[in-house]
């Protein structure tokens, strides 16, 4: 499924498809992880030309079929920012359902989020130098809800960040928000933290009625809003 036109937000992710998934809750033990990702469909979000390639092969390799939904905005195709070596499509890769950015020292903020949102936040993260101090997770599976790989990737950045976002594009009613809100909170809970609660906050646009503003002009001021509140005290 393609996201067109200058406003993105105008496919509302969540309640097209992932409300209608049968994604489980609760962070699965070692011996449920087959049986977690049983689910009624695949949602994604892929962001480079080589996830969409594992993507495409897996669904087709696979001995069995089931729905598997891609969204993605025609925007990548042109943007040179979204573009993957032949080595990330070479035997013995495989689809990403996580991917980790930047965080290379004393990380103080984790952003977690879907879709090309991504590319945005890195190109802020490199004008305001803060590669060092930010750390962005990108979920390019929604469903089946990738938890152990989730796990992993925040493992490193639990003892030192202080801040965990949740940023998306959609209004925060119809993005993944609502899907992702409990599920990152049985993942924080499967984490050691010593008693430490980590509680992962949202930043984006509010509550609406319709999945777009419509105006160019308007979404460009929300867009930059979004930008700043996501790296607001740092």
């Known amino acids: 499924m393609a996201l067109a036109g200058k406003d993105p937000t105008s496919y509302p992710f969540g309640k097209l498809n992932l409300e209608l998934t049968n994604d489980r809750y609760d962070f699965p033990r070692e011996g449920d992880a087959a049986q977690a990702r049983n689910v009624n469909m695949h949602v994604t979000y892929p962001t480079t030309p080589a996830q969409y390639f594992h993507l495409l092969r897996r669904q087709m390799m696979r001995n069995y079929r089931k729905p598997l939904i891609v969204a993605a905005p025609k ?20 689809f ?8 290379e020292g004393q990380v103080e903020r984790v952003i977690l989020l879907s879709g090309k949102l991504y590319y945005d936040l890195a190109k802020e993260v490199t004008t305001r130098g803060l590669a ?7 979920l390019e599976e929604l469903c089946p809800f990738p938890f152990f790989e989730l796990a992993d990737a925040l493992r490193p950045f639990v003892a030192t960040a202080t801040d965990f ?30 008693g430490k609660v980590k509680q992962v906050q949202y930043r984006g646009r509010p509550e609406s009625a319709v999945p777009a503003t419509g105006v160019a002009r308007w979404h460009a001021a929300e867009h930059a809003g979004l930008l700043r509140g996501a790296f607001e005290g740092l």
Do not use: Y
């Not at 990403?96 to 965080?103: D, I, R």
């Not at 060092?132 to 990108?138: G, K, N, P, S, T």
């Open 165 to 194: 976002i949740w940023i998306q594009e959609e209004p925060r009613n119809q993005g993944a928000w609502g899907h992702v809100s409990d599920r990152l909170r049985a993942v924080f809970a499967s984490l050691e933290l010593g």
């Open 132 to 138: 060092d101090r930010v750390a962005l997770i990108r």
């Open 75 to 94: 925007g990548l195709l042109r943007l040179p920012a979204a573009s993957s070596s032949l080595d990330d499509m070479k035997p013995g890769t495989r």
């Open 96 to 103: 990403q359902p996580v991917l980790s950015t930047f965080g």
